[in-house]
């Protein structure tokens, strides 16, 4: 009955791969988000998206896309990996209702970029 | 949004309350507060929120100051699962998407 899941956990992986991490939440949110928390575990936004407006934090490289099949699922891909991408990636998704500042967070994804 | 300031770590023994303090000298009149928690290799975890009354709920209690340039999470018992970073936030309540912006956070260590 997990809320906000991610998947994988961990991923160790080469400079210029290709990888998606996977995020699915089952509170029938609206608006669901990346955030990414660096070694320093400053936790910053990476991306808003719900099915009418994404909003995209202009630090981030245009390597990272979020892709939503549908309202529930919001996975992001990321081309070209390099040594910074290294970090833990955190899903979040958050309700209409609450102002959207109520959010649900996954369990977080940790990257290694080798 | 609003930035704040929280001292970077605090100590607490396990089972009395646990007071975390936030400034938010610049807070506007329509950003509310927020708090989270991150506890050790987990997500953030929602606490509470409020714009200018007092609030409480299962977790803990939010006192904010009468003009709103400061506020206080209450854990009333803590225990050793409350040791984690909490991050008080500063934003406006939405619009059409969330606006979190997470600072430094105190590192709250509940010690028995």
């Known amino acids: 009955d997990t809320a906000v899941s991610q998947t994988p956990k961990y991923l160790v992986t080469q400079m210029g791969n290709d990888k998606s991490i996977k995020c699915e939440q089952n509170l029938g949110h609206d608006t669901m988000y990346w955030y990414k928390q660096d070694s320093k575990k400053f936790l910053k936004i990476m991306f808003s998206y719900n099915n009418k407006e994404l909003i995209i934090n202009e630090t981030v490289p245009n390597r990272f896309s979020p892709k939503s099949p549908d309202k529930a699922h919001l996975n992001l891909h990321i081309n070209s990996l390099e040594l910074g991408d290294s970090a833990v990636y955190f899903c979040a998704s958050s309700p209409r209702t609450s102002g959207y500042n109520e959010q649900f967070f996954g369990p977080g994804t940790r990257l290694t970029v080798l | 949004d609003a930035k704040t300031t929280q001292p970077t770590s605090m100590d607490c023994a396990e089972g009395r309350a646990a007071n975390l303090p936030c400034n938010h000298s610049t807070i506007s009149g329509n950003e509310y507060v927020y708090w989270y928690r991150q506890i050790h290799s987990q997500g953030p975890q929602y606490i509470i929120h409020g714009l200018k009354n007092n609030e409480t709920n299962e977790m803990a209690s939010l006192i904010i100051t009468e003009d709103r340039k400061s506020s206080t999470l209450i854990l009333p018992h803590a225990t050793l699962r409350d040791t984690a970073v909490y991050y008080c936030?500063?934003?406006?309540?939405?619009?059409?998407?969330?606006?979190?912006?997470f600072g430094k956070g105190t590192k709250l260590s509940v010690k028995p």
């Open positions: 936030i500063a934003a406006n309540y939405g619009g059409s998407q969330g606006n979190l912006i």
